[in-house]
């Protein structure tokens, strides 16, 4: 888990860019150089609602079947990671680390796309995590 928090935007270095969708690039550089185990790879493959950028980029096919789909409730915890904390470092509620991203982005970018189509997902995701740590005490 803590890997995967580290490791799930590795797919934006230039040096690793086949596709230009960083999930699967990062999830395959994992896989085929470094020899990761599964369940890092298919964390970062899928990390905060993937398969909603990889169906606007046309990628959800080999997304899906070169990696598996991980448990919802690890998927859930990256997500809240990654959801949560600023380019920075900083921790920020869901709410504005979206509205960050989407400030970063032109609307008709399909990246400004797929986080507005995802938000409802990842919002929900974070609060999973929030009430599970919540219940922990």
Request: hydrophobic fraction near 40%; proline fraction near 7%.
């Amino acid at each position: 888990m803590e890997a995967s928090a580290w490791l799930h935007d590795i797919g934006y270095s230039p040096d690793l860019a086949t596709t230009g969708f960083h999930p699967l690039d990062g999830a395959r550089y994992l896989r085929e150089v470094q020899k990761a185990d599964e369940a890092l790879v298919s964390l970062v493959a899928y990390h905060s609602c993937a398969v909603v950028e990889a169906e606007e980029r046309g990628l959800l096919a080999p997304l899906k079947d070169e990696f598996d789909v991980p448990p919802d409730d690890l998927l859930d915890a990256l997500t809240y990671s990654d959801m949560t904390t600023g380019p920075d470092g900083t921790h920020l509620p869901v709410e504005r680390r979206l509205s960050e991203i989407l400030e970063r982005y032109a609307p008709e970018d399909l990246v400004h796309r797929s986080i507005t189509r995802s938000s409802p997902l990842l919002t929900t995701s974070v609060r999973a995590v929030e009430r599970r740590l919540a219940e922990a005490g």
